[in-house]
């Protein structure tokens, strides 16, 4: 079946900076490394390379679009795996993704969390260090919303916040910015790559059967007619479709290529502070989709911020950026794309519509 418009994506100036490029994607298994793998590959014509832990393939999403290119199985805590990833691949950008990403697993292993969030990006940029002759020009670290310390004032962080986080998930994205933040300015000219670090959260979209996470739950008690269990039905999250963050963080990854110094820096992407919205008002959207949905409100037995809103302007200014798709929408796509039968079509549906979107707003960080 051919899933492609071949039309689209050909008024899209990120492909003509993709195009041919090698980029090397770690976590290209998960949720959202295997959208990116997508765009990346079917859309923007870059030849890509994965690098993943065979133990935790996302099968739902990954396996479904079954895409033609080479991943490389192995563990980002292993300097010798990072080195022979990339003695193999020899990319021009990496963008890494591979974590452990749930907040509740952190509570679990604490030790594992920390293990693979911190010295999963050191052994990146060391296995660059230790590998001379390589070719990146660019690196995107992807961390998180929650590495900010987080004192429930409702202040939407900006980049120049003070790094923190309460639970073990958080503090370690924090470690991760603080040790992608040392090897960019303390081995700039050693490295000759420029880094950029991209802090998003409450990421949505079809593709994620992660448990512990509000969508996926909604779907399965829809799907088994169970009663939903939610916690913190007055937690406000910048809930966004897994398109806007992706075009975000490819935008970054273009401006690195070219070479532009002005883009080695930490990011925040998420939607405008008026979009950030409860937990309960994506349960009213839901119930919406799902009209037969049943719904509790039960205590949280972990510690939960209240609020959590980012602070844009920093890539706003650069470059125009803001996200294509309200929160609505985003939880409506989402919903949608569980609901049918050929979830690989939905997906190259999803990315078409999000940039048929790009073209008529001239989003210029996507045109």
């Known amino acids: 079946?051919?899933?492609?418009?071949?039309?689209?994506?050909?008024?899209?100036?990120?492909?003509?900076?993709?195009?041919?490029?090698?980029?090397?994607?770690?976590?290209?298994?998960?949720?959202?490394?295997?959208w990116l793998a997508t765009i990346l590959k079917e859309f923007f014509e870059a030849h890509i390379f994965g690098f993943s832990n065979e133990e935790f393939i996302n099968t739902n999403h990954f396996k479904t679009l079954n895409l033609d290119y080479d991943t490389y199985y192995g563990d980002v805590r292993s300097l010798k795996d990072w080195k022979?990833?990339?003695?193999?691949t020899n990319p021009d950008l990496i963008i890494h993704m591979a974590a452990q990403s749930l907040v509740f697993d952190s509570y679990t292993n604490p030790?594992?969390?920390?293990?693979?969030?911190?010295?999963?990006?050191?052994?990146?940029?060391?296995?660059?260090?230790?590998?001379?002759?390589?070719?990146?020009?660019?690196?995107?670290?992807?961390t998180s919303d929650k590495c900010y310390k987080n004192d429930n004032s409702g202040k939407a962080?900006?980049?120049?916040?003070?790094?923190?986080?309460?639970?073990?998930?958080?503090?370690?994205?924090?470690?991760?910015e603080i040790i992608t933040n040392s090897y960019r300015d303390s081995f700039s000219k050693e490295l000759g790559v420029l880094i950029a670090s991209v802090?998003?959260?409450?990421?949505?979209g079809g593709g994620d059967f992660s448990k512990n996470r509000l969508i996926p739950d909604i779907v399965k008690a829809g799907e088994e007619g169970k009663v939903l269990s939610l916690r913190s039905p007055e937690s406000t999250r910048p809930w966004q479709h897994v398109l806007d963050p992706l075009f975000g963080y490819l935008h970054i990854?273009?401006?690195?290529?070219?070479?532009?110094?002005?883009?080695?820096?930490?990011?925040?992407?998420?939607?405008?502070?008026?979009?950030?919205?409860?937990v309960k008002d994506v349960v009213d959207v839901a119930c919406k989709v799902i009209p037969h949905l049943?719904?509790?409100?039960?205590?949280?037995?972990?510690?939960?911020?209240?609020?959590?809103?980012?602070?844009?302007?920093?890539?706003?200014?650069?470059?125009?950026?803001?996200n294509l798709w309200n929160s609505k929408k985003a939880i409506e796509k989402t919903l949608?794309?569980?609901?049918?039968?050929?979830?690989?079509?939905?997906?190259?549906?999803?990315?078409?519509?999000?940039?048929?979107?790009?073209?008529?707003?001239?989003?210029?960080?996507?045109i």
């Open 1 to 34: 079946m051919e899933y492609r418009s071949g039309s689209v994506e050909d008024l899209v100036k990120l492909k003509e900076t993709f195009q041919g490029k090698k980029v090397l994607i770690t976590g290209n298994t998960g949720f959202k490394g295997s």
């Open 84 to 88: 022979r990833v990339l003695e193999l």
């Open 111 to 142: 030790s594992y969390t920390f293990d693979v969030n911190t010295v999963g990006v050191s052994n990146l940029f060391q296995s660059l260090l230790d590998y001379p002759n390589q070719n990146v020009k660019g690196v995107v670290v992807v």
């Open 157 to 176: 962080f900006s980049e120049e916040d003070c790094l923190g986080g309460y639970d073990p998930y958080s503090a370690s994205k924090a470690c991760s």
């Open 199 to 204: 802090r998003s959260g409450n990421v949505i």
């Open 253 to 278: 990854a273009s401006k690195l290529l070219e070479g532009s110094e002005a883009y080695s820096t930490p990011f925040n992407l998420g939607p405008e502070l008026s979009d950030c919205i409860r």
């Open 294 to 322: 049943e719904v509790e409100f039960t205590p949280s037995e972990r510690y939960e911020a209240s609020r959590l809103e980012l602070d844009i302007t920093k890539l706003k200014d650069l470059c125009g950026f803001s």
């Open 336 to 366: 949608k794309w569980y609901g049918v039968r050929d979830r690989k079509a939905q997906t190259f549906l999803n990315i078409e519509e999000y940039l048929r979107e790009a073209t008529i707003r001239e989003a210029r960080w996507i």
